[in-house]
């Protein structure tokens, strides 16, 4: 069945449009605390990002899980591996994030993690959509109403754990530029990189309630890159609005997307023979990281976009690293979800490990150009189906004649159809995103008139 409010990464809209407001999150805490909670008084672990709308919906989130006999425990703003992390820790029934990750701020969402630290499957978010539209989230006894409560050392604890996951290694004698988008890194980042000995350099650092990833932050990395050269850093580290996505910058201001990551990060497992398997991608990964990979005898294979997806393929191979060209970077033998943070300290560790920069970790992967159109559609229309859509892609898939690739999705979190296309000429490559990007509009409007 077609889920009717979770999207890729749980539920997610414009604040104040349905589902995103108030009254539907109170209802979505009942309904998903009735689903979850394990026992009378169950814990559940609530942190947000910086968004101004995050206080309402975190009122509501609140409410509705003291209704369903959950005990609610606010973390405040947190980042979302953050969560994922002490949901385990705590030993917690639930975990939910408050945050609509790296779209602007009149956006947000709800992201829930199991008690493993995991997000949830399809299936229990449709048994929650069930109770939902059923009309069967119903307030406990009041002798079974929960309590909440706030948890005021999560970030130093937090921040401990990041620290844990680098080992004996030192940043000491390292300049580092780091953008936390204004989000939920704000407060965390810079005391993790700091404290392991690193000069920092911090932008996005000063949240407002509506800058969240405003011209900074793993969206508009060109602000990073830039900063890197002005202050003649070593690298540059940019963070997304909720800290699961990290990109990278060399010295020279070359961006380093996350195929970049997980290939510098499984390159310097590989070597030390604690790989553990192969990596797992998605289908918008570049093809020259499956191609460079396999000519090391990596295995790679590629799962549904979206880390969930790709955290069910590594579970199910018993691999440990996998993730996304967006920067969400799965390393699950410290980590249970993206972590931007920890990805990071995981590639400087290759670093100091190896006594190499960025540049000369990327030696042996040169990405294939790649074109990213995402096309508006009305709600009736399916690009993925249409004739004539479909004799475009078939076309322009002959004409790169088995050097690229093609890829048409669905966005889970807004209303476009997202066109991809790979290959060696970026010109060309361009040329034929457009070119099927025009037909879905020309059939799109055609639908409408």
Not at 62 to 67: I, N, P
Not at 96 to 116: L, Q, R, T, Y
Not at 249 to 270: E, K, Q, T
Not at 361 to 379: A, H, K
């Amino acid at each position: 069945m077609e889920r009717k409010y979770f999207g890729t990464d749980g539920v997610r809209g414009r604040v104040g449009t349905y589902p995103i407001t108030p009254e539907f999150v109170l209802r979505l805490g009942m309904a998903a605390g009735r689903v979850l909670g394990k026992k009378r008084g169950g814990r559940v672990i609530i942190g947000k990002d910086t968004r101004v709308s995050g206080y309402m919906l975190e009122a509501a989130l609140e409410a509705g899980f003291c209704a369903s006999g959950m005990s609610p425990v606010m973390l405040g703003p947190m980042p979302t591996p953050a969560i994922s992390y002490l949901t385990r820790a705590f030993r917690a029934d639930l975990g939910v994030v408050i945050s609509a990750s790296h779209n602007p701020f009149f956006d947000n969402g709800i992201k829930f993690f199991s008690s493993e630290g995991t997000k949830l499957p399809d299936a229990t978010e449709l048994e929650i959509e069930k109770l939902i539209d059923e009309g069967n989230e119903k307030v406990v006894k009041p002798s079974d109403l929960g309590r909440a409560s706030r948890q005021d050392d999560a970030p130093g604890r937090y921040v401990e754990f990041c620290k844990s996951t680098f080992g004996r290694y030192s940043l000491d004698g390292l300049k580092i530029v780091l953008d936390c988008a204004n989000g939920a890194t704000y407060h965390v980042a810079p005391l993790v990189f700091r404290e392991l000995g690193a000069e920092v350099i911090c932008m996005g650092v000063g949240p407002n309630g509506t800058n969240i990833n405003d011209g900074v932050g793993s969206t508009h990395p060109e602000a990073m890159c830039t900063k890197v050269l002005s202050e003649k850093a070593d690298l540059g580290i940019a963070f997304d609005g909720d800290g699961d996505r990290v990109m990278l910058s060399d010295s020279n201001g070359r961006l380093l997307d996350g195929d970049c990551v997980m290939y510098m990060i499984a390159m310097d497992r590989f070597d030390q023979g604690k790989l553990h398997g192969g990596v797992v991608g998605t289908l918008m990964t570049n093809l020259a990281l499956e191609q460079a990979l396999k000519r090391s005898g990596i295995d790679f294979l590629r799962a549904k976009v979206g880390d969930r997806y790709v955290m069910e393929q590594l579970l199910e191979k018993g691999w440990h690293l996998g993730g996304e060209n967006s920067g969400h970077v799965i390393c699950l033998d410290y980590v249970t979800t993206g972590d931007g943070i920890v990805s990071a300290l995981q590639v400087l560790k290759a670093c100091l490990r190896q006594g190499k920069g960025l540049r000369e970790l990327m030696q042996g992967l040169t990405l294939y150009p790649q074109d990213l159109i995402n096309v508006r559609m009305n709600s009736s229309f399916d690009a993925l189906t249409d004739e004539k859509v479909q004799n475009e892609v078939k076309q322009v898939e002959q004409e790169l004649g088995g050097r690229g690739r093609v890829l048409l999705r669905k966005s889970g979190t807004e209303p476009v159809v997202r066109v991809m296309v790979e290959g060696e000429d970026k010109r060309l490559v361009h040329n034929y995103a457009q070119r099927i990007a025009n037909v879905i509009v020309h059939q799109s409007e055609g639908e409408n008139a």
